[in-house]
């Protein structure tokens, strides 16, 4: 297996254009309940490419983007580059470099089933202002036809698929007790990705898991998801569907 903190280095064009975006209804759910917004410092860690910190920096709050992997925070760097509301640090969940009691909230966005969580929650602790909040967020492909068949091609042709799957699917057991003995709030938002045929490809290959150029596998799995295309496909573009979900609260400590 891949060490998670390089697992996108050769991924990062496809990851820029190709990932999809959180929807609005999150960050007015931030917003909203959260307080986020002007004077807030948020700390987005594993922040990748930067795809959440964008919606975070909209709404008027400072973000340090903690990234371990050096070309991921390359792109957030250029991304949000001039922005003085930005930070950009090398460090990873266990181990982010900041100071103490110094964010009022943390966030964390296709990144937690990757993190340490015993390690994490001792240095989420520690950089948290009293009664400081994380939000753990997802997004999650729906069960649709595309789907489905998305998810059979990932089965039979990229035998990482399998490995990460897992580590997502048991996240939800992994937050309850990351939170414990508090008790988090969950909530979920629909959100979607329209893509023409070139968008799908970029998608496939913006994930670690699908087999890199060179392997036996690449040629025959982009194959299938041309198949996919040709039979979702309505007027040259398919959409993928999924669920945004969200867990937040505080660590009670």
């Given at each position: 297996?891949?060490?998670?903190?390089?697992?996108?280095?050769?991924?990062?064009?496809?990851?820029?254009?190709?990932?999809?975006?959180?929807?609005?209804?999150?960050?007015?759910?931030?917003?909203?309940?959260?307080?986020?917004?002007?004077?807030?410092?948020?700390?987005?860690?594993?922040?990748?490419?930067?795809?959440?910190?964008?919606?975070?920096?909209?709404?008027?709050?400072?973000?340090?983007?903690v990234?371990?992997?050096?070309?991921?925070?390359?792109?957030?760097?250029?991304?949000?580059?001039?922005?003085?509301?930005?930070v950009s640090?090398?460090?990873?969940?266990?181990?982010?470099?900041?100071?103490?009691?110094?964010?009022?909230f943390?966030?964390?966005?296709?990144?937690?089933?990757?993190?340490e969580?015993?390690a994490?929650?001792?240095?989420?602790?520690?950089?948290?202002?009293?009664?400081?909040?994380?939000a753990?967020?997802?997004?999650?492909?729906?069960?649709?036809?595309?789907?489905?068949d998305?998810?059979?091609?990932?089965?039979?042709?990229?035998?990482?698929?399998?490995?990460?799957?897992?580590k997502?699917?048991?996240?939800?057991?992994?937050?309850?007790?990351?939170?414990?003995?508090?008790?988090?709030?969950?909530?979920?938002?629909?959100?979607?990705?329209?893509?023409?045929?070139?968008?799908?490809?970029?998608?496939?290959?913006?994930?670690?898991?699908?087999?890199?150029?060179?392997?036996?596998?690449?040629?025959?799995?982009?194959?299938?998801?041309?198949?996919?295309?040709?039979?979702?496909?309505?007027?040259?573009f398919?959409?993928?569907?999924y669920e945004?979900?969200?867990?937040?609260g505080?660590?009670?400590?």
């Open positions: 297996m891949i060490d998670p903190k390089e697992r996108f280095s050769n991924l990062v064009d496809d990851y820029v254009r190709y990932r999809p975006q959180y929807p609005a209804a999150l960050y007015s759910m931030f917003e909203r309940r959260l307080a986020i917004g002007a004077g807030r410092v948020v700390a987005d860690l594993g922040c990748g490419t930067g795809i959440l910190s964008r919606g975070l920096l909209d709404s008027g709050a400072h973000v340090i983007g990234e371990p992997n050096a070309a991921m925070r390359a792109a957030a760097e250029r991304e949000f580059f001039g922005n003085p509301r930005f640090v090398n460090g990873s969940a266990e181990a982010t470099g900041l100071d103490s009691e110094s964010v009022d943390i966030v964390a966005a296709q990144a937690f089933h990757w993190f969580p015993r994490a929650r001792v240095e989420f602790a520690r950089i948290l202002k009293p009664n400081g909040i994380v753990l967020v997802w997004n999650q492909r729906r069960d649709t036809p595309l789907n489905v998305y998810e059979r091609m990932l089965d039979a042709f990229a035998p990482e698929y399998s490995h990460v799957r897992e997502e699917r048991a996240a939800e057991s992994k937050v309850l007790a990351f939170f414990a003995p508090t008790e988090p709030t969950f909530a979920k938002f629909e959100n979607g990705q329209r893509l023409d045929e070139p968008g799908l490809r970029g998608r496939l290959l913006s994930s670690s898991y699908v087999p890199p150029k060179g392997h036996p596998l690449h040629e025959p799995i982009l194959r299938r998801l041309d198949e996919i295309f040709r039979a979702h496909a309505e007027n040259g398919v959409t993928i569907e945004t979900i969200v867990w937040f505080g660590l009670g400590t």
